[in-house]
């Protein structure tokens, strides 16, 4: 009929989907440069136009330490999942001893700062795409730039640097609620004394290890706070267009971290490091 628009095959189908894919990682990657270049101008900013400190110290309580019981329960209860799972497979070969090593090397490499990032993006990350929704379905968006107050400096920078921070923060706090979790469960169920169980986990547990996933950490936090920035910043109608940038910004926020942590797995893994 004239004026339908042509059906796409599959092929065009899947090339548009990843267009839009690429571009979407662009802009957000755009975004953090932004944050990135004008952070240290911020600082060193005359008055007036500095970073917003008490903004910050506000959005670091809001993100970081609110989150700090659930992302402690959670990392307790993995700790002690994973020395119900591993212990008794162990002491089956008589390498209980290991069971230490093992979820030491495993919550400082990879669970702590993954699973702590995860929380933090369904108690922080939705939080701020709903707010900044909200702000730029009511104009308040354009009403900073009418006033000649760049948005990014004054919601996306505090909201970025925030998330940064404190997600290395709870990273550290939930590799010892996981190691503390897995020493409770190992004294209940296989009679192993928490102190050896502690002394055996900082033996087999380098330096290295604890910098790595607070190097990952760090940039789950930017991605934690970028994500939202920008899909709320760009809701477009009105109430169902904030829910529909909450509900994006779980579900990517969750896939871009696990893909994140996946590539730095395999970058660690081929370096050996």
Known sequence: ???TPPLLTPLEKMGAASLRTVGFIGAVGLLLKNVVTLTPRLVTAPRGRKLAWQNLWYQMYRVGVRSIGVVGLVTFCIG???????GPILEDYGAASQLPTIIGIAMFRELGPLIG?????????????????????????????????SPIRFLVVPRVLATTVMTVCL??????????????????????????????????VELFDLLTGLFKAGVFGAIIGALPCYLGMNVRGGASGVGAATTN?????????????????????????
């Not at 002690?80 to 591993?86: M, V, Y």
């Not at 910004?249 to 490091?273: G, H, P």
Request: aromatic share 10%; charged share 10%.
């Open 80 to 86: 002690a999942i994973l020395a119900l799972q591993i």
């Open 117 to 149: 990032a995860i929380v933090l993006t369904g108690f922080a990350g939705a939080s701020i795409a709903a707010e900044l929704g909200t702000m730029a379905v009511a104009e308040e968006l354009k009403a900073l730039r009418s006033h000649a107050i």
């Open 249 to 273: 910004t779980v579900v990517i926020s969750i896939v871009a971290l696990v893909c994140v942590d996946l590539l730095f797995t395999f970058v660690f893994y081929t370096l050996e490091l």
């Open 1 to 3: 009929m004239p004026g």
């Open 171 to 204: 990273a550290t706090f939930a590799d010892a609620m996981g190691i503390v979790g897995g020493a409770f469960t190992s004294y209940l169920a296989l009679g192993m004394s928490p102190s050896v169980y502690i002394t055996q986990t900082f033996e087999a």
